[in-house]
């Protein structure tokens, strides 16, 4: 069993920065991939970025490039969702997602954007 814990959300102003992190524990081993997602009031889950745990390779959805990155630390367990340059449309609840034998979900940390 692998358990989720992301931490980090609050309200900043547009423009602003915030950055999320996803801690994981349990049984790890068989950990391929950490995603984000959010979701907004009244919108579907989408998919922000992906980070591959053996590899790094990292992916992004249209939206955030060039104003988000996620990064790992192994050792930690930890995947970190850096987020700069925020506008309103960032506004959701934030959750990762960890694909294993099972697809595992945080609790998610609400992101507010707003002046």
Same mark, same amino acid.
């Given at each position: 069993?692998?358990?989720?814990?992301?931490?980090?959300? %609050?309200?900043?102003? $547009?423009?602003?920065?915030?950055?999320?992190?996803?801690?994981?524990?349990?049984?790890?081993?068989?950990?391929?991939?950490?995603?984000?997602?959010?979701?907004? $009031? +009244?919108?579907?889950?989408?998919?922000?970025?992906?980070?591959?745990?053996?590899?790094?390779?990292?992916?992004?959805?249209?939206?955030?490039?060039?104003?988000?990155?996620?990064?790992?630390?192994?050792?930690?367990?930890?995947?970190?969702?850096?987020? +700069? +340059?925020? +506008?309103?449309?960032?506004?959701?609840?934030?959750?990762?997602?960890?694909? %294993?034998?099972?697809?595992?979900?945080?609790? %998610?940390?609400?992101?507010?954007?707003?002046?």
């Amino acid at each position: 069993q692998v358990r989720l814990v992301e931490f980090g959300g %609050g309200l900043v102003q $547009p423009g602003g920065s915030l950055r999320l992190s996803c801690t994981a524990s349990g049984l790890l081993t068989n950990i391929f991939s950490i995603t984000w997602y959010r979701q907004a $009031p +009244n919108n579907e889950r989408e998919f922000v970025a992906r980070v591959i745990r053996g590899t790094g390779d990292t992916e992004y959805a249209d939206s955030v490039k060039g104003r988000f990155t996620i990064s790992r630390d192994n050792a930690k367990a930890t995947v970190y969702l850096q987020m +700069n +340059n925020l +506008n309103l449309q960032d506004t959701a609840v934030y959750y990762c997602r960890a694909i %294993g034998s099972q697809v595992y979900w945080g609790q %998610g940390t609400q992101v507010t954007v707003s002046s």
